[in-house]
Each structure stands twice: as structure tokens, then as C-alpha cells.
């Protein structure tokens, strides 16, 4: 198909704001959606005019949908099995409603509890981030409809977040913030990846031609296309030739890109690419088998019930929950009445229908309600009474708190992890005025539970759980089912623990991720901070024991490791085992355990499991800045296996042989460098063993000169002669 330079350069934008452009009949328009946990179709989705309204992007007034639990919900079930079939969901309604490309899911790490889309990301770890991305995109994916994975990359905040320039090194950027997106692109294959708004190092994401060229499709193998956040493009042509495909929304500046060709300041080649790009999308989203675009909405609100109750973490509880039968129950706050279930912003779905905690707890045992405060944080005393008063006449009080919906959302970040001031003074008047309290959660981002969870005999952390997540809590307080959340991030105990504290959100237009590598546990666990709860952490009505840790070697740096798991409590439950493999230092040099397994393992009381897991030399790996790749140390490593970083029930020590990898030395290699090397270690040894008039070395001697580049040796002497130097140094020059 021959297509014109200017049919070319129109396909490379949008058509309009929701839209792929057509050119003639050849290439078809897409319908693009947000995305990620429910198909936001703005009502009047054809022109992206702002109307009336002045919501150009629709972000009100979309077509109603089923609304899953967003991502912060949908990654504490750790469960990769029922996040695909929230794919495939998805997939269906948006077949359904016309709609070619689902613009998620969110993928980028959550670095610091206060960042105001947390909601839309699943967790602070790149391991569990990318298994539960890749399941959403394989769910979309089935039923021929492109996932759009966002934002590509290091978007991790939301204050100046179309100018700041993360700045961060390379083995961070390799280990945290791009494992889960090399994970998604080599092992499900999304048809599309969404650049971000910030800088990364200086250089604009939509502009990144390491990022967008180099990384994404020479290193990891990418074959779809790259399409910019919403208003990231500053300059086209230089987004174009470094690898960026289609802008979003269009800009109508096709007529400078024909002009750029045109006067040779954009090669033809590199707009012919993205064009093709754009048409093999269509290609492959045209070329899904047929479906007849029913969907029942009665079978997915039932799937978001039951992904919402998979979600919930329980955090705490001396025995209250499950709620035993004939007890007078008093339902507490606002929020049990007027469910806080998603987050601000493009992500926002009209939902099908909505489930309140209150309405479901009512239907089904009988309860008293009283609404306690206003969501607007203004202290109401009459409201306050009135629930210190329904308390007292209760046996038991469930009272629901949680953060508004002003205070968090797309576009900005929290300053505080704190509930509202007014939700704890009343949590404190109730627990004076009623033995039991149980406190239900509703926030996006993690909320400090310093300072009031002992006021509370047990406490459900509830997440933004979607349209049924109503009906899903009283489900869990009820028992009826087993709460099964775990925490996918730390809850710290102050803020001030956050290892990014003092570099969030930065100033002058970069933030510059000082903690390194040790986000979120990595960083509590390597130093031993006390922590609120722990990654991982989550209880629920039965207990699990674990035994028999066998680790196999099953080839050369791969290993399966098993365990067996039984419920030996009285109700039926979910455990999630959990696979660290720790490096026990002194004085550490990396994180001291990372999460690179997972299990959900459902059994009945009595019943055991043996789980299986691999684990690869890529699991032990770190990022080498000086080979410029993966890096695997010869010695030991810990096989652990727990209930969270903090609950180890199972350890095995392993060993690698390492990757056989010889560091590079040179004349500024320092002796200890050199001593330390398999090979030239040898040598060096055996001249300095020959060196005339050689006695024992000092000691202190020797300390001080390993740490000396070999080079120096020439004039330093210490029983090395010039002549032995250059020897060596010629050497390995030789050698590389
Ligand atoms: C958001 C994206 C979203 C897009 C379209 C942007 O502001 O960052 O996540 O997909 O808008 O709504």
C-alpha cells in the first residue's frame, strides 16, 4: 500500500482525542480507552471538543462500566490467575463498546506512599508489579484487544510530573524501575507501551531514544508500538526519531513533520517506521476473531465482588472477625454509606452499579448505622454524638474511615500519610463507648496506622476495591470468606521512615532517587526499621505452617524450589507463599532480600500443598554498571520462604557458581582488584612471592596498598618493580 508523506505524517498523531487517524479505506481509526481497571468511553468521544463542559478529556461522563478493583486493590491478591480474568473482562466490555486499545495497566513502582496515583500501581516491588502487569495484558490480549502498558518509565510521582527529570542511576533504573515493564514486554507481549510525561536524566520520555529505542526494542525485543502519555510530545520530530510512534492527542502539527521531511530534518525511514507501526496496530487488533460484544454486567460486577474480596488485607485481629452470629452490631462513617471504591482522574469509570458496605451488612444481618463525620473533614459534633451513641448500644462497632477523594488523586501527591483528623478523634470516642471496634479502611495510598490501631480490636485495610466492593467487605466481615490480601508495600510507621523522604518530590524540576535500590522493604529490611506492617503481611481466619524446603539444582544456575504448606487451622483459607532470596552481609552492599516468587495456595482445613517455584541466575543477578549487564557473584545465597519479608518460616542455603564473569583490569585497577581476580590474582602473586629480598608483607602494609590503583606500584614500589607493572598491564592489554 503506497501511502502518501502527508497520509504518513497524519498517522503518526491521533485523529482526535480517543482516536487513531484513517487514512482512506486502507487503515482504519482505533478507539483508544483508558484503562486500567475499568473501559472509560467518554459519551462524546468523537471530536474531543470540550463542548460545553469543558472536559475535553471526558473524564466525567464516560459510558458506564464495570469498575474493578484498581490496581492497589487488584495487586494485594497476589493472585496473577484472577487478574487475567479481570483482563479478559476488560477485553469484553471494551469489545463491546468499540474500543481497540485499553490504555493499561499502570506499572510503574510505587517509591513513595505519598504519590497521588498509587491507586493506579500495584506495588513497591518490580517482581510482583511485573507478574501481575503481565496477567492483566495476557487477559486484554486474549480476546484481541491491545493493552497499552504505562507509563514508560520512572514516573513516580505526580507533583511537576510533565517536567521533572528523575534522576537516577543506572543499576536502580535496571533493578526497581524497569524490571515489571522488561517482564510484561518479554513474556506477554503488549501490542502497545505509553511513554510518560517526566524526564528521565534530563531527557523527556517521549523523546528518549535510550529508553524508547535502545532499551524497549533492542535489548527486550518490543515489536509494538509507542504512544505518548496524553500532551507528552514537546517536540514531534525529535519524539519521532527517537522511537516514539503516535502522539496523543494530536496537536495538529502534521504539516510541520511533512515540512521537516521535506527539508531533510527528519529522514523519510524513520516516518515510514512509525507509520507502520500504526497500521500493524490496527492489523492486529482487526485481525481477532469475531465476538458477538455481549457481556453480562451481572457476571462481572460478581468477578469485581470476588476480586475485591481476594484484596482486602486483613491487618489486625484479636479474634472479633469474623463477626459471630447474634451479635448487635453498629455500622459506623460515612464512607460504609458512601463507598470511597476509585481514584481521581483518567481512570475514573462510571460504574454499572454500586455496592455499599452498609446496604450489604444491613441485608444481611440487621445492623444500626450512624454516619459519624463528614467527608469533608469539618468537625460535626451532632454527628460525632450520634455515633458515640450507636456505639454504646452495640456489642460490636464497625466503623469505616478512609481517605476523601480530595485528598488523593491523579495529578498531585499527598503531603501526609495521616486519616483525617476528625475520623480518629471519632475512632477514639467509640472505642470509650464500645468493647469492640473494627475499623474498615477506604484509601489509594498506604495511611499510617501509628497513633490509633490501638483503639481497634481489628483492622481491614479495604483499598479502593471497585463497584462490588461493598458486598466483597461484608463478605470478609462476615466470614463467608477469608480475607487473602497481602500488603504489596510496607506500611511504615512514620513518614520519616520512607526511604525516599528527603528526595520527594524534589525541587527545580528534578528529584533526584537518593535511596538507590533500597525502596520500600529493601530498605526497612536491610537496616531493620521497625515497621507498621511489613510487605507481604496479611492475616486471615486459619493459620499455615510450612515444611520441608528442597531445593533442587535443575541446571546450571537454575534451581526448583519446593515446599509444602498446610492449613492447620479450622476454616477454609488462602496463604500466600512467599520466595525471598536474601544475601546476608555484614555491612551490606545490596538490598538484603528481594521478593522473586510467589504462590496463592487455597486449601481446606487439614489439607497441604506442595508448592513449586524456579529460580534462575537472573534471580540472584545484580546490574553491573561496569560490564554493562546482568552479574552473577560466585558464593552463597539464602532460599527463604515466609509469610512476608518479616515472617521467614523456611530458609536453605545455597550456592552459585557464579556467571563466570572476569572484571576487565587495567593499570587503575587497585591491587586488591588485581589480588581478587581468578586469573590475574594468580600471577600477581606468584611475582610478588618471586620479588628479591621478599619477606612476609606488613599487614597494615598491605591493607593500605590494596586499595592502590597497580599502576602506582611503579613508583611506590612496595615489591613490585616498574618492570613487573608494565608486564602486567601490558598483559591484559592484550587480553581484552
Ligand atoms: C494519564 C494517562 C491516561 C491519559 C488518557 C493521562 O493524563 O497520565 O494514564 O491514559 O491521560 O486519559
Redesign the pocket.
Known sequence: MKLSLEEKASLTSGGGTWHTTAVRDVVPALTLS??PHGIRRPRDSSTGSTGSSGDA?GLRDSVPATCFPPAVALGSSWDPGLAGRVGAALAGEARALGVDVV??P?VNIKRSPLCGRNF?YFSEDPHLTGVMGAAVVTGIQSLGVGACV??FAVNNQETDRMRVSADVDEQTLREIYLPAFEHIVREAGPYAV?CA?NRVNGVHASRNRWLLSELLRGEWGFDGLVMS???AVNDRVAALEAGLDLEMPPTGTDEEIVAAVRAGRLPESVLDVAAGRVIRLAERVRARPRHDGGWSAEAHHELAREAARASAVLLKNDGVLPLAPGLRVAVLGEQARSPRYQGH???HVVPTRLDSALESLRTAIGVTFAPGYRLDGVPDPELEREAVETAAAADVAVLFLGLPDAAES?GFDRTTLDLPAVQIALLRRVAGACPRVVVVLSNGGVVSVAGWQEHASAVLEGWLLGQAGGAALADLLLGTHSPSGRLTETIPLRLADVPCHLHFPGSDGHVLYGEGRYVGYRHHDTLGTEVAYPFGHGLTYSRFAYSDLEVRETGTNEWLVAFTVANTGERAAQEVAQLYVAFEEEQPTRPRHTLRGFAKVGLEPGASARVRLPLTGRDLAQWSVERGGWRVDPGAFVVEIGASSRDIRLRAEVTTPGDGYLPELTGMSTLGEWLAHPVCGRVLRERLRGAPGDSEPDPALLRLALGIPLIKFRTFGLGLTAQVVDDLVAAVRTHS
Open positions: 483508558d484503562g478529556l490504555l493499561g499502570g493506579e504505562k507509563h505509553m510525561y502519555d496524553w500532551g482522574g483518567s481512570s491523579e
